[in-house]
């Protein structure tokens, strides 16, 4: 836990996956950056330390990226979100975008984990922490 730089929360159940981008984004050393497996490990963990942008992937066992991203933000452990999903099918519903998401914020894997990291800096910007 560093409160002196934006903490980044990756959920993501493919293990290889998280680690690749948790790893990419702690290279940068602007970021703390934890991981999670499941949606409910998620918000139990940002219970005790919320994240300023988590990375969702939306098909999760148990609880779905986007049932993940309601509590989250009904919960107020995070305001911001990036969607990394390996479903092509995925439209942005109105709830989500009622929550501030857009276009602009969802990446299909294999999406380059340079753009991902672009996104998080963007949002960043737009409102501080």
């Avoid at 990756?10 to 999670?36: G, K, M, N, Q, Y």
């Avoid at 049932?67 to 990036?82: M, P, T």
């Avoid at 999903?85 to 984990?113: M, Q, R």
């Amino acid at each position: 836990m560093n409160p002196e730089r934006p903490h980044i929360l990756i959920l993501d159940d493919e293990e290889r996956i998280r680690e690749l981008l948790a790893h990419f984004l702690e290279d940068f050393d602007e970021f703390a950056v934890s991981v999670a497996d499941s949606g409910e490990q998620a918000l139990a963990d940002l219970a005790g330390w919320p994240a300023d942008v988590a990375v969702v992937d939306m098909r999760l066992p148990g609880m779905s990226g986007t049932e993940f991203i309601v509590a989250a933000a009904r919960d107020g452990v995070c305001r911001r979100f990036v969607v990394h999903t390996g479903s092509n099918e995925l439209v942005l519903t109105e709830e989500l975008a009622g929550l501030g998401l857009s276009e602009g914020d969802i990446f299909y894997k294999p999406a380059g984990a340079d753009r991902i990291l672009g996104r998080i800096r963007e949002l960043l910007s737009q409102g501080g922490r």
